[in-house]
């Protein structure tokens, strides 16, 4: 629902048949918000995600046509679970898109009013950014996709992804980022048991690709790219694995069966003495019932496959 309580003023509010403590969480946490922030169509690169006052998140959107929209938020007011406020600005786009953003988090029994109020310098403003940005139907896009989001089965405050991989690896935890933030490292491990690596693009930064071939002894060869969403050295990897073609472009899976074209990962690293447990969290993204459900059957497969990845990658830091 919307109203105008003055000429400069938007307000939005929905109810989430969600706990407040997990809708404001999906909102602050950048391995949740990259996922559903925008409106349809768009995804998300995160810059760096601080929330607290005085705190900075820097983003780019890229819409369904191919445009970056670059964004800025400086958080001044932050109350777990109940407030934020913060001034959004374009982050150096030619026309500025400046608002300022009151978002409150009411619970409701077990579920959540959100209300997000949105005032611009001045009417102008604001009937500009509604007619050149489409911001009044985008704000109720973008709740709607959060609403999705926030409401689906399994999705848990402690932002565990539903398929999980441990490793224990012998080597420090700065050796392991490094041949996975290096070209020249990936190209000895990465991939399947047998198969040859040939790297056509790496750019190890959040918005960056991973562009690369993996090609059998028989020659047959599959193409796959990273886009890079978050990192932080020497912590955590978040990206989105996809098949792709020669010229980067998304292409249907090779395999018989439905399968998700693009994955959703999470890799973390944590300190163990001398040696790295290396966690893998995923999850299929944009993905029908179908080919979820192939994905669910075929995960012990799939844990095999990264078995002999992560035996490539254990036997390659012996080397170092």
């Known amino acids: 629902?919307?109203?105008?309580?003055?000429?400069?003023?938007?307000?939005?509010?929905?109810?989430?048949?969600?706990?407040?403590?997990?809708?404001?969480?999906?909102?602050?946490?950048?391995?949740?918000?990259?996922?559903?922030?925008?409106?349809?169509?768009?995804?998300?690169?995160?810059?760096?995600?601080?929330?607290?006052?005085?705190?900075?998140?820097?983003?780019?959107?890229?819409?369904?046509?191919?445009?970056?929209y670059k964004n800025k938020i400086i958080f001044l007011e932050v109350i777990e679970p109940e407030r934020l406020v913060y001034q959004h600005s374009d982050?150096?786009?030619?026309?500025?898109?400046?608002?300022?953003?009151?978002?409150?988090?009411?619970?409701?029994e077990n579920k959540t009013l959100l209300t997000m109020c949105m005032v611009f310098d001045s009417k102008e403003a604001l009937e500009r950014v509604a007619r050149e940005y489409g911001a009044i139907e985008g704000a109720h896009q973008n709740l709607a996709r959060m609403e999705a989001y926030v409401t689906k089965p399994g999705l848990m405050i402690s932002n565990e992804l539903p398929f999980v991989i441990t490793r224990q690896l012998d080597a420090p935890r700065d050796l392991v980022f490094k041949v996975f933030s290096e070209a020249s490292h990936l190209a000895h491990w990465w991939g399947p048991k047998d198969f040859k690596i040939n790297i056509k693009k790496f750019d190890f930064q959040p918005g960056g690709t991973f562009h690369y071939a993996m090609v059998a002894e028989n020659g047959f060869t599959?193409?796959?790219?990273?886009?890079?969403?978050?990192?932080?050295?020497?912590?955590?990897?978040?990206?989105?694995?996809?098949?792709?073609?020669?010229?980067?472009?998304?292409?249907?899976p090779p395999f018989p069966d439905?399968?998700?074209?693009?994955?959703?990962?999470?890799?973390?690293?944590?300190?163990?003495?001398?040696?790295?447990?290396?966690?893998?969290?995923?999850?299929?993204?944009?993905?029908?019932?179908?080919?979820?459900?192939?994905?669910?059957?075929?995960?012990?497969?799939?844990?095999?496959?990264?078995?002999?990845?992560?035996?490539?990658?254990?036997?390659?830091?012996?080397?170092?």
């Open 222 to 252: 599959m193409w796959a790219k990273f886009t890079y969403k978050d990192i932080k050295a020497p912590e955590k990897i978040v990206f989105v694995n996809a098949f792709a073609d020669e010229e980067g472009n998304l292409v249907p």
């Open 91 to 108: 982050d150096g786009e030619t026309e500025p898109v400046n608002f300022h953003v009151t978002v409150t988090f009411a619970a409701v």
């Open 1 to 68: 629902m919307k109203e105008n309580k003055s000429d400069r003023e938007l307000v939005f509010e929905r109810l989430f048949d969600a706990p407040r403590e997990l809708v404001y969480k999906v909102w602050t946490d950048p391995e949740h918000v990259v996922r559903w922030w925008g409106p349809n169509g768009f995804t998300n690169t995160n810059h760096g995600m601080d929330v607290s006052p005085g705190g900075v998140w820097r983003f780019t959107m890229h819409g369904p046509d191919g445009r970056d």
């Open 258 to 320: 439905p399968w998700p074209t693009e994955i959703f990962y999470i890799f973390t690293l944590e300190e163990s003495g001398s040696k790295t447990l290396l966690t893998i969290k995923s999850e299929p993204i944009h993905a029908t019932d179908q080919e979820r459900q192939t994905f669910i059957n075929g995960f012990s497969s799939m844990q095999e496959g990264f078995g002999g990845t992560l035996d490539q990658l254990s036997a390659y830091l012996a080397t170092l």
